[in-house]
């Protein structure tokens, strides 16, 4: 009830807003995927491992969980915790060439859980369910490579590859990132992007129909061998921060989106 509870006051807070709310559908949440090779057994055993990390920060929003030494003896036995499996070849319709057989195809192995098998887990983990919504998030964010940089708006062209990386690291967490048009930035532009309220923010993020603002800026070092990534949320009145270096862009949204996550479920800092 509690949890029901909770779900119920966030619904309507957001409804209120006229925003639009994704809650999580059970059946959605409680499942994961790993990239495998073949169907055999030793390949399966590694996919369950990697889907078991998958499900309890998925349902959860707690990144920090993959990290606790409890984990270990978890990942041992993560077949037992799957209720069902099954596998997609990623090259279907592709026929097998060379001497190439089906052990040799890369497969994506869904894996299916009960919700009360997690639950108990997060539990043993001293963590909780993410049960209410997850609220849209519009990301404000600058990007800089040497004399190339830009705002990654929604109508910014130069953005195309960085936005598909976003939404494909909110997917896995069930969570939905949008983009302002240049329009709708308020007359911000980079350098006053930087160092803008975070509450200002969250008002421009109502104009790209998203419930909170992302704020953060990408800038490719040489030195580090990638890019430097700094992001902040604001939530229950406290901004937090939180950084990345030297990963690709894929990875610095990937560690945005976990951090957003990890915030907004109520599990602290990343």
């Known amino acids: 009830m509690p949890g029901i509870f909770r779900f119920a006051i966030g619904l309507v807070g957001l409804l209120c807003l006229g925003l639009p709310v994704r809650a999580a559908p059970i059946a959605e949440l ?10 055999g057994e030793a390949n399966r055993e590694i996919g ?13 929003g707690d990144q920090r969980l993959t990290q606790k030494t409890e984990m270990l003896a978890l990942r041992d036995k993560a077949a037992d915790f799957v209720q069902s499996f099954r596998y997609h070849d990623r090259l279907e319709g592709i026929p097998i060439h060379d001497e190439q057989g089906t052990h040799d195809r890369p497969h994506d192995l869904t894996c299916l ?23 849209p998030i519009a990301v404000f964010m600058t990007a800089e ?44 532009d980079e350098k006053a992007l930087s160092g803008a309220d975070m509450a ?23 030195k580090d061998l990638g890019w430097i990534a700094d992001w902040r949320l604001a939530d229950r ?19 945005a989106v976990r951090g957003a996550a990890q915030i907004l479920s109520g599990h602290g800092p990343p």
Request: proline fraction near 5%; hydrophobic fraction near 40%.
């Open 237 to 255: 009145g406290k901004t937090y921060r939180w950084q990345a270096r030297g990963v690709s862009f894929d990875e610095a949204f990937r560690v």
């Open 113 to 135: 859980y009960k919700p009360a098998v997690i639950d108990k887990l997060l539990a043993q983990l001293g963590s909780r369910p993410w049960l209410g919504e997850r609220p």
């Open 30 to 39: 409680y499942q994961a995927q790993a990239i495998v090779t073949g169907t």
């Open 48 to 60: 369950f491992k990697d889907c078991l990390d998958k499900v309890l920060v998925k349902v959860s």
């Open 200 to 222: 200002r923010l969250d008002k421009l993020a109502k104009k790209a129909e998203a419930a909170r603002a992302l704020a953060g800026s990408i800038v490719w070092s040489d």
């Open 145 to 188: 490579q040497g004399p190339r940089h830009f705002m990654l708006t929604q109508d910014e062209q130069r953005g195309d590859a960085m936005r598909e990386s976003f939404a494909n690291a909110a997917g896995p967490l069930l969570m939905r990132v949008t983009f302002p048009k240049a329009g709708q930035l308020g007359g911000l």
